[in-house]
């Protein structure tokens, strides 16, 4: 019975450390949810998020100048030294001094205060506005340059762990012939320069997977990082390396392509704040108008008998106009750094719209080059397939050598590493040509 129950522990062990790391290799991720995981948890969208919540704050700040303003205020004075009224001597009255209030002042106070006019309320709301449209496009661009980043780390990771393969697959084959050269050297058929010879292969194929193998963990640390995935998480990427169809489509019209840049975009929208802030300084040369009101409650007495205070009521409504006349060149002052500041926008629009330019047509020619060295690759990556494959037969028959077949499976294995940095540095100029042309 215990033997029975030490069995059931056991295999209740087993299951269990089974299902952990089954667990702990079960993030299969393609590009496209790992996109979608990015957009949740990348902390640069967050931040960016955070900006356009707080300009939508702001604008709403804004629109609140439009709105009456009601203030409460009570206050209590002990008059140590009343206030007094000089009575003038024209009228008979000797010129005395006449105290006023009493001791003890009390004062509650509402007033109420309603915009009419206001130039600088008006041009204050659409600079707000302006300044959402650019704190959009920001969080837009941020997003862009998220994706590419994501898209280059997975795709980087997903190479390099192909390389890794083709190192793994090519010590396999150094091994399978070095198994079988040992053998023949026994029988006599091969010497002993085949023999050290495949040792050398054997060696060279460790040494090459290990360099591979170096490369997979920082690259997958750089994709849950742009992820915000934690550094224990094991990934398996599930995306094809090959090229895919609408990748190998690209349009070559700079002017219609550069229409959904995110910088140029943020640098257009820049010049408009530039423009509301020029309206913005002219408004101070404008008067404003507020209807006001204000109710007061208020008594005065020596002692402190609450029940016997006359609280007294008054209140008025009235407009008020308020301009300025002087004051002392600054609203001139303004409105010329908003000009100058107006300037320096459109100078940088026009530098980086010519970059700009200059940038896609050296990516567009990256990507044709690309392309041709990736079909290019590809056939010699077949065409050295079929090489080793007949070498390997020809060695099995005893008519090939053992150095035709090293050769064969180098240049094999060349070839698909080559046809692999061709994928990569194709994929790499086309994420760059849709971040320019500001495309998901």
Partial sequence: MKLNKTKILFLLAIILVTHTNYAQDSIPLNLESAIKLALDKNTDIIIANYQVY??????????????????ASANYNRNINRQVIFLPTAFGMGGGVTELGADNDYRATLNLSVPIFSHFNNNNKKLIETRLNYQNEVARNTRLNVINSIKKAYFNYLIAQEMVKVRQKQLKSAQETFI??????????LTD????TAKVQVAQAKNSLLEAQNTILPLANNLKLVLGLKKNDILKLTESVALLEHELVFEENPSELLSQNSTLKQLEIDIEVKKNQIKLAKSAFFPTLDAVGAYNYQAQEDG???????????????????FSIFNGNITKNKLQQAKIAKNISEEQKEYTTEATKMQLQVLLSQLEFAKQKTEVQKENMNLTEEALRLTKKRYQLGVGTFLEVNNAELSYTQARLFWLQAISDYKSAYYDYQLVIGQY
């Fill in 193 to 196: 320069y085949d023999f050290t």
């Fill in 180 to 189: 079988d050269i040992e053998k023949r050297k026994k029988l006599g058929t």
């Fill in 304 to 322: 402190f008998h609450f029940s016997d205070y006359r609280w007294i009521n008054t209140s008025f409504v009235g407009l008020k106009l308020q």
């Fill in 54 to 71: 707080t300009s939508e704050f702001a604008l709403k700040e804004a629109k609140g100048n439009f709105l009456p303003k009601l203030y």
